[in-house]
């Protein structure tokens, strides 16, 4: 059984986790299955979706998020934006993928190496706040910076952290799911450097 297979089949929000840390391992050490990317499931497509995972993560081309989990077409619902940050349109599309397509699990991701968090702390540590639309990565990133300070921690870490905390807080659908333990929300950070996904916040509703 494939591990996209695997996916949709799952019963728990944990579970759905356990099985996308699966296949990461299986991309992290070479030994992808690739499941998925055929001719015949881009027609099953056709007629509709059923994924099992919303990922918010980072526009970053580095970071592929069906790859790196070793999954393939209709498994993740992904949403991107240049360091993951989390608009009205962001939260509406989490909304509508609990809501609207019954995914098992939320995920914040963030990664090593993040361009909009290194020009978030660039413009902390300068005190000089960019000018034009960059500016708006650092508000949202700020936090972040500050709380991975108190922390000791990398940005990058705290950024996941902070990000999944705020699905849980500001999103109806989410504090809904979680009440009845129908979803979950993860926060987790990708290293570029071994290709590995490593947890920073987990939330199952307990």
Same mark, same amino acid.
């Given at each position: 059984?494939?591990?996209?297979?695997?996916?949709?089949?799952?019963?728990?929000p944990?579970?759905?986790?356990?099985l996308?840390?699966?296949?990461? #391992?299986?991309?992290? %050490?070479?030994? %992808?299955?690739a499941?998925?990317?055929?001719?015949?499931?881009?027609?099953?497509?056709?007629?509709?979706?059923?994924?099992?995972?919303?990922?918010?993560?980072?526009s970053?081309?580095?970071?592929?998020?069906?790859?790196?989990?070793?999954?393939?077409?209709?498994?993740?619902?992904?949403?991107?934006t240049a360091?993951?940050?989390?608009?009205?349109?962001?939260?509406?599309s989490? #909304?509508?993928?609990?809501?609207?397509?019954?995914?098992?699990?939320?995920?914040?991701?963030?990664?090593?190496?993040?361009?909009?968090?290194?020009?978030?702390?660039?413009?902390f540590?300068?005190?000089?706040?960019?000018?034009?639309?960059?500016?708006?990565?650092?508000?949202?990133?700020?936090?972040?910076?500050?709380?991975?300070?108190?922390?000791?921690?990398?940005?990058?870490?705290?950024?996941?952290?902070?990000?999944? #905390?705020?699905?849980?807080?500001?999103?109806p659908?989410?504090?809904?799911?979680?009440?009845k333990r129908?979803?979950?929300?993860?926060?987790?950070?990708?290293?570029?450097?071994?290709?590995?996904? #490593?947890?920073?916040?987990?939330?199952?509703?307990?």
């Amino acid at each position: 059984m494939t591990n996209a297979t695997e996916l949709q089949a799952a019963t728990s929000p944990r579970e759905v986790w356990d099985l996308l840390r699966a296949g990461n #391992e299986r991309f992290a %050490t070479g030994n %992808t299955v690739a499941p998925h990317r055929d001719a015949e499931t881009l027609q099953q497509l056709t007629s509709g979706q059923n994924p099992a995972v919303c990922v918010i993560g980072c526009s970053d081309s580095r970071v592929p998020v069906e790859l790196l989990f070793d999954a393939g077409f209709g498994d993740i619902f992904v949403i991107r934006t240049a360091g993951g940050c989390v608009d009205s349109a962001v939260s509406a599309s989490v #909304e509508f993928a609990v809501d609207g397509l019954g995914v098992d699990l939320v995920l914040f991701l963030s990664h090593e190496k993040c361009g909009a968090v290194g020009s978030a702390v660039q413009a902390f540590e300068s005190g000089e706040i960019p000018h034009g639309l960059t500016r708006l990565f650092v508000e949202k990133i700020a936090p972040s910076i500050v709380e991975a300070e108190k922390r000791g921690e990398q940005v990058e870490q705290a950024h996941a952290r902070h990000g999944a #905390e705020h699905l849980v807080a500001r999103i109806p659908a989410v504090v809904a799911g979680l009440s009845k333990r129908s979803i979950g929300v993860v926060g987790a950070r990708y290293r570029l450097s071994d290709g590995r996904v #490593e947890t920073t916040y987990e939330n199952f509703g307990d």
